[in-house]
């Protein structure tokens, strides 16, 4: 069984467009973030939650909204994307959210044309 | 601001050679440290872990790092390099600021490993 799964794992799109990605986490954990990957590697964090509750909004435009109905799942929505929206999204989960090492999920690819 | 600096963007050994990955953070007071590896098309996965106790750490794959808090350094090290740790490395730092607990990383260094 995969700990952090993600879907879909590549995703292309047009401008403009909505979609969304979906993260699910049978760890048992109370914390899942979304991180965004660029084409340098570089790794950021974007959201935390904590048991459904947003506890981490990093400076996001309010064209990704993350969703997460119970605290085994979130997902990230995005709204008329953008050709810098292309990156990888990576959704990770802790058991407690502060100390603890972070569970990452395969990944989405997202290219926006 | 509080970051997390690695050097060396990539890194070429000898499959057999010895191997150390640089990482430097700022941050006030001593955050909890971390090595993630990410192999191509993966996800990260933790290596190794520090916040206290004895500054050598020891990890998966036969990886260790060493805490040096004069130099706020955090170098990852293996003693001989197979071909399948070629991968890329990402030092990051856990700590607590504005809205929370969260981990910042590196910008990573990538590994080569020559036969």
């Known amino acids: 069984d995969t700990a952090v799964s993600q879907t879909p794992k590549y995703l292309v799109t047009q401008m403009g467009n909505d979609k969304s990605i979906k993260c699910e986490q049978n760890?048992?954990?109370?914390?899942m973030y979304w991180y965004k990957q660029d084409s340098k590697k570089f790794l950021k964090i974007m959201f935390s939650?904590?048991?459904?509750?947003?506890?981490i909004n990093e400076t996001v435009p309010n064209r990704f909204s993350p969703k997460s109905p119970d605290k085994a799942h979130l997902n990230l929505h995005i709204n008329s994307l953008e050709l810098g929206d292309s990156a990888v999204y990576f959704c990770?989960?802790?058991?407690?959210?502060?100390?603890?090492?972070?569970?990452f999920g395969s990944g989405t690819q997202l290219s926006v044309l | 601001a509080q970051s997390v600096t690695q050097p060396d963007i990539h890194i070429t050994v000898s499959e057999g050679a010895s191997l150390e990955l640089r990482c430097n953070y700022s941050?006030?007071?001593?955050?909890?440290l971390f090595w993630y590896v990410q192999s191509p098309g993966q996800g990260l996965q933790l290596l190794l872990k520090?916040?206290?106790?004895?500054?050598l750490v020891q990890g998966i794959k036969g990886f260790e790092a060493e805490f040096k808090r004069s130099q706020s350094s955090f170098n990852l090290r293996k003693p001989s390099v197979h071909w399948s740790d070629a991968a890329e490395y990402f030092c990051?730092?856990?700590?607590f600021g504005t809205g929370g607990f969260k981990t910042i990383f590196g910008a990573g260094t990538r590994l080569f490993v020559k036969a």
């Open positions: 939650y904590n048991n459904k509750e947003l506890i």
């Open positions: 990770a989960s802790s058991p407690k959210g502060f100390g603890e090492k972070l569970f």
């Open positions: 760890l048992g954990h109370d914390t």
């Open positions: 941050y006030g007071a001593t955050p909890y």
């Open positions: 990051a730092v856990g700590l």
């Open positions: 520090y916040f206290s106790g004895d500054t």
